[in-house]
C-alpha cells in the first residue's frame, strides 16, 4: 500500500455528517467472532466527536459501551456536544442501527495548558521492538491483520503465570498515530482470561475506558513508532473480569491508561 | 444517630419518580468546593438506575462525567434502559438542572453467575484500622463529616513522595454498604496532586469511573465494616492528572477499581 491509499482503519471509521447524524459502515475488514473489534467501535465514536461542527478542544476522555454486536452494515451515530464550558465539553454518543442502540459512549474534550508535570507510572524494562518476533495469531480474527504485534510476554502461548501482558504494537500497513487509532490500539490486547488459563474462552468487552495523557502534538511527532502497551487484570469473578492498561512512546512518555470490563464463559472447573 | 432515622447518605441520594423522570436535591451537606462531592452525584445517578422501574440485575460498571458544578437546588435526572439483553442492560443518564445538563453517565447492569474465579491484585499489608487513627482535615468541607477516613500513607501531610494513598473509610455514621455507598467512596481519596505537590491546588474531576467486581451479597454481607482503599496516579501534565484506585474488604476480597481523570490548576513553577 502506498500512502495515497486510503488506510483501511480510515475506512473503517469514514464517517458522513448529514447536519444531524453521522453516518457510517461495519466494515468485514475490522469484524471480532461476534461483532466488529471494540477498538475500531471505539475509534469510530470519538471520530464522531471529533467530526461535530461544535467540537472545541482536543480529546481527554472516552467510555464506550458494548450493548450489543453491530452487524457488517450501515449504521448511524447521534453524537451530542451537551454542555461546552470554557476549557471542556462533553458529548453524549450513540451508534444506531436499524432503530436500535448497540453502542453508547461519553466523550470529554478540553483545552490543555502548560503545568507542572510529572510522570508516576513507570514504564517496563523490555527488549527492543526489533528483538521480539511479531505474534501470529493459529487463527487469527479479520481486524488482526491491521495490528502489528509483538508480545514481549504474556500471551495464551506462553509460560507467564499472572495475567500481565507487555506488547510493541502499531498500525499495519504503518499509519500516523492519532487519538482515534490510540483508542482502538487500546483495546488490541489479548483478553486476560487467555492469558491466565492459555486457552481461549467466549468473551466479550461490556465497557471500555480511554483517558489520553499526552497533547496532540506528542501524538503526532511519534509518526509511525511502535508503542509500548501493558496491559493488567485485578480480578477474574462471577462472569467478569476487568483490564487496566498503559500505552507508552519508545522514549517513555506514557500517551494513555484504559481500562475494560469484560464478559467471560468460564465454567468453575477447568474444563470448556 | 439510632438506625431507625434516615442516614444522610440516603438523603442525599433520595430520588422520586414521575413515571418519566427522576426527581432530587443537591444537599448542602454534601457539598464540595464548587459543587457537590462527586461521590454523591456519582451514587445518585447509580440510584437513579437502581430505581428504574425496568432495570434487571445489578450493578457492573457506572461512568459519570461532571459536566458543570450542580447548584445546592432541586435537579432531575433521565435514566434510560437504552438497551436490555438477555443478562446486561445499559443505561444512558443526564442530571438536569434549570433546563441545562450537568452530570451526564453511563451505567451498566447485569448477571452474574458462578464462574472460575482469581484474584490477581496483591492487597497492600498494612495496620488494621485500630492502629490508624481518624484523619481530620483542617478545613473540612461539608462532605467529609459523613466519612471516616484512616489515612495509613499519602496525605498532603506526611513526607511520602510518590502519589499513592492507602486509607480505612467508611461511611460515618455507620451505614451498611450498598453499591451505591461503594460507588462514594471510591471518590473519597484526596486529590493525588495534593499528595505529590503536599499543598492544595483548584482542582475539579472530570470524568470517573467504577467497575464493581464483587457481588451484592458479598457487599452486604460487609455491612459497617471498614474498607481499604488504595489510589495511585500516573501521570500529571497539561492541566490533568488521573487516579486508579481499588477497594478491598478487610478480609481481602477486591470489591471494586475505580479510576478518574481530573483537572489541576498547576502552574509549571512551584509557586501557586
Given at each position: 500500500?502506498?500512502?495515497?491509499?486510503?488506510?483501511?482503519?480510515d475506512d473503517a471509521?469514514?464517517?458522513?455528517?448529514?447536519?444531524?447524524?453521522?453516518?457510517?459502515?461495519?466494515?468485514?475488514?475490522?469484524?471480532?467472532?461476534?461483532?466488529?473489534?471494540?477498538?475500531?467501535?471505539?475509534?469510530?465514536?470519538?471520530?464522531?466527536?471529533?467530526?461535530?461542527?461544535?467540537?472545541?478542544?482536543?480529546?481527554?476522555?472516552?467510555?464506550?459501551?458494548?450493548?450489543?454486536?453491530?452487524?457488517?452494515?450501515?449504521?448511524?451515530?447521534?453524537?451530542?456536544?451537551?454542555?461546552?464550558?470554557?476549557?471542556?465539553?462533553?458529548?453524549?454518543?450513540?451508534?444506531?442501527?436499524?432503530?436500535?442502540?448497540?453502542?453508547?459512549?461519553?466523550?470529554?474534550?478540553?483545552?490543555?495548558?502548560?503545568?507542572?508535570?510529572?510522570?508516576?507510572?513507570?514504564?517496563?524494562?523490555?527488549?527492543?521492538?526489533?528483538?521480539?518476533?511479531?505474534?501470529?495469531?493459529?487463527?487469527?480474527?479479520?481486524?488482526?491483520?491491521?495490528?502489528?504485534?509483538?508480545?514481549?510476554?504474556?500471551?495464551?502461548?506462553?509460560?507467564?503465570?499472572?495475567?500481565?501482558?507487555?506488547?510493541?504494537?502499531?498500525?499495519?500497513?504503518?499509519?500516523?498515530?492519532?487519538?482515534?487509532?490510540?483508542?482502538?490500539?487500546?483495546?488490541?490486547?489479548?483478553?486476560?482470561?487467555?492469558?491466565?488459563?492459555?486457552?481461549?474462552?467466549?468473551?466479550?468487552?461490556?465497557?471500555?475506558s480511554v483517558y489520553?495523557?499526552?497533547?496532540?502534538?506528542?501524538?503526532?511527532?511519534?509518526?509511525?513508532?511502535?508503542?509500548?502497551?501493558?496491559?493488567?487484570?485485578?480480578?477474574?469473578?462471577?462472569?467478569?473480569?476487568?483490564?487496566?492498561?498503559?500505552?507508552?512512546?519508545?522514549?517513555?512518555?506514557?500517551?494513555?491508561?484504559?481500562?475494560?470490563?469484560?464478559?467471560?464463559?468460564?465454567?468453575?472447573?477447568?474444563?470448556?
Open positions: 500500500m502506498s500512502f495515497s491509499e486510503v488506510h483501511p482503519f471509521t469514514r464517517l458522513v455528517f448529514d447536519g444531524e447524524r453521522f453516518h457510517g459502515e461495519v466494515k468485514p475488514e475490522y469484524y471480532n467472532m461476534v461483532g466488529p473489534f471494540g477498538g475500531i467501535t471505539a475509534a469510530t465514536m470519538l471520530r464522531a466527536a471529533e467530526l461535530h461542527p461544535r467540537r472545541l478542544g482536543e480529546p481527554l476522555a472516552l467510555t464506550v459501551n458494548f450493548a450489543a454486536p453491530a452487524r457488517v452494515a450501515p449504521f448511524e451515530i447521534d453524537a451530542v456536544p451537551v454542555r461546552t464550558n470554557r476549557s471542556t465539553q462533553h458529548f453524549t454518543l450513540s451508534m444506531i442501527q436499524d432503530g436500535e442502540i448497540v453502542t453508547t459512549a461519553t466523550a470529554v474534550f478540553g483545552v490543555r495548558r502548560e503545568s507542572w508535570s510529572h510522570t508516576e507510572a513507570q514504564m517496563p524494562v523490555v527488549p527492543p521492538p526489533g528483538a521480539v518476533p511479531r505474534f501470529q495469531a493459529p487463527t487469527p480474527l479479520p481486524w488482526m491483520q491491521w495490528y502489528h504485534v509483538r508480545l514481549i510476554r504474556g500471551s495464551a502461548f506462553d509460560d507467564v503465570e499472572d495475567a500481565t501482558t507487555y506488547q510493541w504494537m502499531r498500525d499495519e500497513p504503518l499509519r500516523p498515530l492519532d487519538h482515534a487509532a490510540l483508542a482502538a490500539l487500546c483495546d488490541t490486547f489479548v483478553p486476560r482470561v487467555y492469558v491466565k488459563l492459555k486457552r481461549p474462552v467466549p468473551i466479550g468487552t461490556v465497557t471500555f489520553f495523557l499526552a497533547d496532540p502534538n506528542t501524538i503526532a511527532r511519534l509518526g509511525t513508532n511502535e508503542l509500548l502497551g501493558v496491559a493488567r487484570a485485578t480480578r477474574f469473578h462471577q462472569g467478569y473480569f476487568d483490564q487496566i492498561g498503559e500505552v507508552w512512546s519508545q522514549d517513555g512518555v506514557l500517551l494513555a491508561t484504559t481500562t475494560q470490563l469484560v464478559y467471560m464463559k468460564a465454567p468453575v472447573s477447568g474444563s470448556s
